[in-house]
C-alpha cells in the first residue's frame, strides 16, 4: 500500500500527559499537512510542510503543539500536557509540488484526553 | 476571508436516484481549487472530485459531477445513481494556491441514501 499512513490509529491518554503521532506520507509528494477535526465539523488547517520546513502553523497550534519533519520524509505531531480540549481526530494528508494538485489524506489518529 | 458554506447538513436520497450536495465559497483569490470529500464512518477522507478554478468545463468522474458556477461561487456535487455505500459525510473544501495549498472545509453534508 503507498497511500499515506498514520500511528498510532487511536491513543487514549489521561489528561496532562504528552503524545506523539506519526505520518508517513507518499512518497514522492513533498507536501505535506496536519488537519484536527472535532466532532461533527469539518478539519480544521493546523500546519503545514514543504519538504523538511515548516512554512505555515495555524493559531490553532498552541505552543503545547510542535510538528517536525526531519529530512522531509515521515512527520511528527506531539503534543504536550493534553488537555481534554485536545480530544479529536488528527489527520494528516500530502501533496505533489503544486499546490492545485488534490491532497491525500491518511486514516487519522483519533485522540481521546480523559 | 476564505469561506466554505454547506447549507444542508442532512441529505435523504432513494437508491439509484440523483442527489446535489450544495457548496458555496467565498474568497477574492483567482487561483484557487475546489474539492469534494466522502468521509465514512471509519473516519478517513476520500478524495472525489476536483475543480481548478481556470478550469471551463466541469470536473466529472464516474457517478460524480462538479457543477461549477464560478459567478455564483458554487461548486456543488452531483451523485448519479445513488448506491447504498455512497450514505456518508461530504466535505466541500477550497485550496488557496498562494497560499501553500491549505485546505478550507465547510460543515459537511451528512447523506444516506434509502434502499
Known amino acids: 500500500d503507498t497511500g499515506v499512513s498514520q500511528d498510532p490509529r487511536h491513543k487514549i491518554t489521561k489528561r496532562g500527559q504528552n503524545v506523539t503521532f506519526r505520518c508517513d506520507p507518499i512518497?514522492?509528494?513533498?507536501?505535506l499537512y496536519w488537519y484536527r477535526q472535532t466532532l461533527g465539523q469539518g478539519p480544521e488547517f493546523l500546519t503545514y510542510?514543504?519538504?523538511?520546513?515548516?512554512?505555515?502553523k495555524s493559531r490553532l497550534l498552541s505552543d503545547r503543539f510542535s510538528a517536525e519533519r526531519p529530512k522531509g520524509s515521515f512527520s511528527t505531531l506531539e503534543i504536550q500536557r493534553t488537555e481534554q480540549g485536545d480530544s479529536a481526530m488528527y489527520l494528516c494528508?500530502?501533496?505533489?509540488?503544486?499546490?492545485?494538485?488534490?491532497?491525500?489524506f491518511g486514516p487519522g489518529t483519533r485522540l481521546t484526553v480523559t | 476571508a476564505q469561506k466554505i458554506t454547506q447549507t444542508q447538513p442532512g441529505m435523504f436520497v432513494q437508491e439509484k436516484e440523483a442527489v446535489t450536495l450544495d457548496c458555496t465559497y467565498d474568497t477574492s483569490d483567482q487561483s484557487y481549487g475546489l474539492f469534494w470529500y466522502k468521509q465514512p464512518s471509519s473516519g478517513e477522507m476520500i478524495f472525489l472530485i476536483y475543480?481548478?478554478?481556470?478550469?471551463?468545463q466541469n470536473a466529472t468522474e464516474g457517478r460524480y459531477s462538479l457543477n461549477f458556477q464560478k459567478a455564483r461561487k458554487s461548486a456543488n456535487l452531483v451523485i448519479s445513481a445513488s448506491q447504498l455505500g455512497d450514505s456518508a459525510m461530504y466535505f466541500c473544501?477550497?485550496?488557496?494556491?498562494?497560499?501553500?495549498?491549505?485546505?478550507?472545509f465547510g460543515q459537511g453534508t451528512e447523506l444516506s441514501v434509502k434502499p
Open positions: 475543480q481548478g478554478s481556470y478550469d471551463e
Open positions: 494528508a500530502s501533496s505533489p509540488r503544486q499546490p492545485s494538485y488534490e491532497q491525500y
Open positions: 473544501a477550497m485550496s488557496l494556491w498562494n497560499q501553500g495549498g491549505k485546505l478550507i
Open positions: 512518497s514522492e509528494h513533498n507536501r
Open positions: 510542510f514543504q519538504n523538511e520546513a515548516q512554512l505555515e
